[in-house]
């Protein structure tokens, strides 16, 4: 089997309009949940998440461009314009026509949705614009990516709730370690800030009103955010023979359902998805020094997580550090796990663990070290990414240092 690198990462997310930017404030421990702004705010109970600020589509893309594209394509394409400059890739011939993109999503064009309902049923109109199914559909986003990129290999878009971008990035892995695809586009992109998106939400009874404090004592629910991540995953030996920079290596991935309950976690379900990841990148338990937590903010959520890591790590749970940096660009449901994916590549290439912000009291059923408030600078040689989704649908990454 191949061994699969990432040599290109690109995003826009609350916390920064780049990569660079993204990092610079994690590594701070700045938080990018404000409050909404958007039509019909003040019908909201939830008024705040991890919004995008200062974006301008008409600024990036052409309004015939714009006709095409929901919010959510939008981001998805600016942040894979990034990640594959970095790669240095130019995709033609042979390469092209192997190569492919795998994206996460849990809803798609959800913008889109929002605004044709309410010209159909509030403004009484009885037509929409004509492009209106391709841009909301859930492949609309990948679609767009491989036709920018001469992409024709395989190219689909994977939704399984908040665990989607964990679940395209280990489809892409396994292309690239099977052989299938020398190179794959993957990641994850969500934008369900709008009225309808966050009062859907609302009915859950699980958002917080104020901050987002995984872990906390005082944790009182998860906030919402938006935007994508984007990254190309590589051939090593492809890579290392072009003279590629390296960001990090996908070593393992592992997924499994908790058959058991639509929205409450499972231990167990969590527990066989993080020893799956294990056992498929060949680590004992000891070789891990960081997980970036699935961490919502949630009462069950965060003390499940916690209980299954205690599971699977033993005595070395103590030692490790797990962090939520959802507590910083809020959850971006089926896009979360991407951009959670940058936190474990500045840990293992550049030594710094992101913190869990907003914490305030310990909780003895989250009795784990979760980097409370301040980023920490150490060596990390092993990251895992955990995912846990609503239907019970759970995916873990492991990279590590190259």
Not at 97 to 123: C, F, I, M, P, Q
Not at 247 to 275: C, F, H, N, T, W
Not at 315 to 327: E, F, G, P, V, Y
Request: proline share 3%.
């Amino acid at each position: 089997m191949n061994r699969v690198v990432i040599t290109g990462s690109g995003t826009i997310n609350s916390l920064g309009h780049s990569v660079k930017e993204t990092l610079e404030n994690m590594a701070q421990g700045l938080c990018g949940i404000g409050p909404l702004l958007f039509r019909d705010v003040d019908r909201l109970d939830i008024k705040i998440g991890g919004q995008v600020k200062d974006f301008e589509p008409i600024t990036v893309f052409n309004r015939q461009q714009l006709a095409l594209y929901d919010r959510v394509t939008q981001f998805t394409l600016i942040a894979a314009k990034e990640a594959i400059k970095q790669s240095g890739i130019i995709f033609s011939g042979e390469l092209a026509a192997k190569s492919g993109v795998v994206l996460g999503t849990a809803g798609g064009g959800v913008s889109t949705w929002d605004d044709n309902y309410r010209a159909v049923y509030e403004e009484g109109k009885n037509r929409v614009h004509p492009f209106v199914v391709p841009k909301l559909m859930n492949n609309a986003a990948a679609s767009h990516v491989s036709m920018e990129y001469n992409l024709k290999g395989p190219s689909f878009t994977v939704s399984t709730a908040c665990a989607s971008s964990n679940h395209a990035m280990a489809q892409a892995f396994q292309m690239v370690r099977l052989g299938l695809s020398d190179v794959m586009v993957t990641g994850g992109s969500e934008s369900m800030l709008c009225f309808g998106g966050v009062k859907a939400w609302e009915g859950l009874r699980v958002m917080s009103k104020d901050v987002c404090r995984p872990f906390s004592a005082n944790r009182n629910g998860m906030v919402q955010g938006e935007g994508a991540a984007i990254f190309v995953f590589e051939n090593f030996d492809k890579a290392k023979k072009r003279g590629a920079e390296i960001l990090a290596e996908v070593i393992g991935y592992a997924m499994s359902s908790d058959a058991s309950d639509i929205v409450m976690p499972s231990k167990q379900g969590a527990a066989r998805a993080i020893k799956g990841a294990l056992h498929d990148a060949l680590l004992s338990p000891e070789d891990v020094q960081y997980i970036n937590a699935h961490g919502t903010g949630t009462a069950a959520n965060d003390k499940t997580e916690c209980a299954a890591v205690a599971d699977v790590f033993g005595r070395h749970a103590d030692n490790l550090m797990l962090s939520s940096t959802k507590s910083m660009h809020g959850h971006l449901i089926g896009g979360t796990g991407a951009v959670e994916l940058l936190a474990c590549i500045m840990a293992v290439k550049d030594g710094i663990v992101a913190p869990t912000i907003g914490y305030e009291e310990a909780d003895p059923e989250c009795a784990l070290d979760v980097v409370p408030n301040q980023a920490r600078e150490t060596k990390v040689d092993v990251a895992l990414s955990n995912a846990f989704a609503f239907g019970g649908l759970n995916a873990v990454l492991a990279v590590r240092s190259v």
